[in-house]
């Protein structure tokens, strides 16, 4: 009986520490591809600012750029409640992978992230200090320092999918790590980088021209010609970055079917193996998950997307779990189908209705046409379908990796800490919960304010920081 309990105790800290990093991990991740995404828009409006000297393009970086640094302010914050997540609820884990994420994480910290900071404050304060050439450097330097910083974490990641370069310590039990470079050029991380940056220009693309569509209808005549010019590279940027996500997405698809069966498998509810397979509209099963029960299909479409093939086979659910039996032991390797069926699905429809709504903004402002007041009801979710759409595609790719930390090496229920009780985990959990949601009202009204207040008066070029003004002073860009 105590063996019960005892086992019961465990799965209550694991189900509250799997939440709690799940609402952080989730809540980070929300600013994580409009950083990504608006620091290389701010960039490329500055540049094109350098080129042709025009105003707007001025007024338009310093004020996306400001949003930027709200944006990464709230994501530095959040994002190092992860690193503390590690030691506080998955200390077995920790300890598992430890030797692996030590280099791609201290190049992430030591590399990406000092370029970032170092280079973020010379862009802020350099403005009226720096020459013109040298200042819009800095900016290239930040979005280079994020684009590093992506890589490095997704080279972590990748390694939880398809682990490589390493060796199985059994007297310590950990894997230590071998061959870095096998570890940065893991094939998922190669198919999986190209992919999230597209999705991230999605998100920050739809941004643009979500904040531009709400100043040109609720404003009408404030900068018309400035906000009309993002609006439409916004709509631009969702619609290439969406044709990107659709091509590496498919690629990505290929290389999952290859290292993680049973997360094709499972995103397709295909419980039996199939040749060819079809790709499934609607599926209906059973509340566990075990069968289907009805299945609206397209033919031949789930092989070539997994194979490459329009007659390859992809194994089910079902021949998985005995095959995984016999190679793991005794126990369930399916993750949770609905979850991983749904989230699938609603990233790539979602997804798809954000370059659909992208077109109709560029339809609608063809050949200089004012956009419709209707159109200002596109504002507000605009930006968040391909943000959400994001988050469903991570959901995916974590549930669909269960019951595994590390696929094929650490299950989840082994890597969490051992002298954590359920109880200290649920009052992490809830102060985490109060404090993000504290974190959201802050972000939401400097966002909003920021957003109202529009682009700022005319600066001039920072090869003159001397010129003053209107009112006799010198213009200076600051936060």
């Known amino acids: 009986m105590p063996g019960k309990h005892a086992r019961k105790a465990l799965m209550d800290t694991l189900d509250l520490a799997r939440w709690q990093f799940a609402i952080t991990t989730v809540?980070?991740?929300?600013?994580?591809?409009?950083?990504?995404?608006?620091?290389?828009?701010?960039?490329?409006?500055?540049?094109?600012?350098?080129?042709?000297?025009?105003d707007k393009y001025l007024r338009l970086t310093k004020f996306y750029g400001k949003l930027f640094l709200i944006n990464i302010a709230m994501g530095v914050v959040t994002g190092l409640v992860q690193e503390f997540q590690f030691g506080m609820n998955w200390s077995d884990y920790s300890r598992f992978v430890g030797d692996v994420f030590g280099a791609p994480l201290a190049l992430e910290g030591l590399l990406a992230f000092f370029l970032e900071s170092t280079f973020i404050g010379l862009w802020i304060f350099g403005w009226d200090r720096l020459p013109k050439k040298v200042h819009l450097a800095c900016i290239w330097m930040v979005v280079l320092g994020t684009q590093l910083s992506a890589y490095f974490i997704l080279a972590a990641n990748s390694w939880m999918q398809n682990p490589v370069g390493f060796r199985y310590n059994a007297e310590r039990g950990r894997a230590e790590l071998t061959d870095i470079w096998a570890v940065l050029t893991n094939k998922v991380v190669l198919v999986t980088y190209p992919h999230t940056i597209f999705a991230a220009f999605m998100v920050g693309g739809a941004f643009v021209a979500g904040v531009a569509i709400w100043h040109l209808v609720r404003r009408p005549g404030v900068d018309t010609g400035a906000f009309r010019t993002a609006l439409r590279l916004g709509a631009v940027i969702v619609i290439a970055a969406g044709a990107g996500v659709a091509i590496s997405g498919d690629q990505q698809g290929k290389v999952m079917t290859e290292v993680q069966p049973m997360k094709m498998a499972a995103a397709e509810a295909l419980y039996e193996s199939e040749k060819p397979a079809s790709f499934s509209i609607l599926t209906v099963g059973t509340?566990?998950?075990?069968?289907?029960?009805?299945?609206?299909?397209?033919?031949?479409?789930?092989?070539?997307?997994?194979?490459?093939?329009?007659?390859?086979?992809?194994?089910?659910?079902?021949?998985?779990?005995?095959?995984?039996?016999?190679?793991y032991g005794p126990g369930s390797y399916k993750p949770n189908i609905p979850l991983t069926y749904w989230t699938f699905r609603l990233m790539i429809g979602v997804g798809m209705t954000s370059a659909a709504l992208a077109v109709l903004l560029l339809w609608a402002t063809r050949r200089g046409r004012a956009p419709n007041r209707l159109l200002v009801w596109l504002a507000l979710p605009l930006p968040l379908l391909p943000l959400f759409a994001n988050v469903f595609g991570w959901v995916f790719t974590e549930t669909g990796r269960q019951p595994w930390l590390v696929f094929g090496?650490?299950?989840?229920?082994?890597?969490?800490?051992?002298?954590?009780?359920?109880?200290?985990?649920?009052?992490?959990?809830?102060?985490?919960?109060?404090?993000?949601?504290?974190?959201?009202?802050?972000?939401?009204?400097?966002?909003?304010?920021?957003i109202r207040g529009g682009l700022a008066g005319t600066s001039p070029e920072p090869d003159q920081p001397d010129q003053p003004d209107a009112a006799g002073k010198p213009l200076s860009f600051a936060y």
């Open 409 to 450: 090496l650490l299950p989840t229920s082994a890597g969490v800490s051992p002298g954590t009780t359920s109880g200290e985990v649920l009052t992490s959990l809830i102060g985490f919960t109060v404090l993000y949601g504290v974190l959201a009202i802050v972000e939401t009204k400097l966002m909003f304010r920021t």
């Open 287 to 327: 509340l566990d998950g075990s069968r289907e029960l009805y299945s609206v299909k397209v033919p031949y479409l789930l092989s070539f997307l997994a194979t490459g093939h329009f007659q390859g086979e992809v194994q089910g659910i079902n021949p998985l779990q005995q095959s995984y039996e016999k190679l």
């Open 27 to 54: 809540y980070h991740f929300f600013f994580v591809p409009v950083t990504i995404s608006l620091v290389a828009i701010t960039a490329g409006l500055q540049t094109a600012w350098y080129r042709t000297g025009k």
